[in-house]
């Protein structure tokens, strides 16, 4: 069974850098063809998709967003890494991590965590 | 990046409706369109992948069409449950986009 849940600090002031973390069970992220993205929802908003990393760590960025954002994992602790830096209160939002997974060579993003609310706020 | 453009952006109907949302892209996807739903405070749930096809679990009352650059999501016959915001997202190339949401409610 899988599990995914994000972690990270629920304020950050602006010009910061944030960290959030997603931990994973019931897979391996060092497992051929696993793939990995953030994606946030401010409130009341649609959402966002800001980031993917795979299993062979290969990197994928938003357009808006990549000089800002840097993906990793910690494939012995079942991890993956989102930074953000020069946090702004338009990144307020919920934070999200997602499991892609194919089907019929179409991916999409299966298993979801419960996200993780962010306010970007001095 | 390819943009997603829904339509409605709101709609209202009522239970044993049939519904239909649109989701256009701004250039060519093929089948590689998903589509979710997202109810308040929750992860959005996986509906539909690869324009068509039926996630597990998810009622019969719910189908996709489409390819190309034009897409439609139907509810044959809504159910109170069914009250909530729907998304597509194109997969085909990254970075991958969403529409901006259709919020279905009573």
């Known amino acids: 069974q899988v599990t995914v849940k994000e972690s990270g600090p629920a304020l950050v002031k602006p010009t910061q850098t944030l960290t959030l973390t997603c931990t994973f069970s019931g897979f391996s992220l060092s497992t051929s063809g696993i793939r990995v993205s953030w994606i946030r929802q401010p409130p009341g908003k649609a959402l966002e998709w800001l980031a993917r990393?795979?299993?062979?760590?290969?990197?994928f960025y938003s357009t808006s967003l990549r000089t800002r954002l840097t993906i990793s994992k910690d494939t012995s602790k079942n991890q993956v890494v989102l930074r953000m830096s020069n946090m702004d209160p338009v990144d307020t939002a919920t934070y999200y991590c997602?499991?892609?997974?194919?089907?019929?060579?179409?991916?999409?993003?299966?298993?979801w965590g419960q996200g993780t609310l962010v306010t970007v706020s001095s | 990046d390819i943009q997603m453009t829904q339509s409605p952006s709101s709609l209202s109907a009522s239970v044993g409706d049939r519904v239909t949302i649109t989701c256009r892209a701004s250039q060519s996807i093929g089948y590689y369109l998903n589509w979710y739903q997202q109810k308040p405070g929750k992860a959005p749930k996986l509906l539909m992948f690869?324009?068509?096809s039926l996630q597990s679990g998810v009622p019969s009352r719910f189908s996709g069409r489409g390819s190309g650059t034009d897409f439609t999501l139907t509810i044959s016959s809504l159910q109170p449950e069914d009250f909530a915001t729907y998304y597509c997202?194109?997969?085909?190339?990254?970075?991958?986009?969403f529409g901006q949401g259709t919020k279905l409610d009573i």
């Open positions: 997202q194109q997969s085909y190339s990254i970075p991958y986009t």
């Open positions: 690869g324009a068509s």
């Open positions: 997602a499991l892609i997974s194919d089907g019929s060579g179409y991916p999409y993003f299966h298993y």
């Open positions: 990393i795979d299993w062979d760590d290969d990197e």
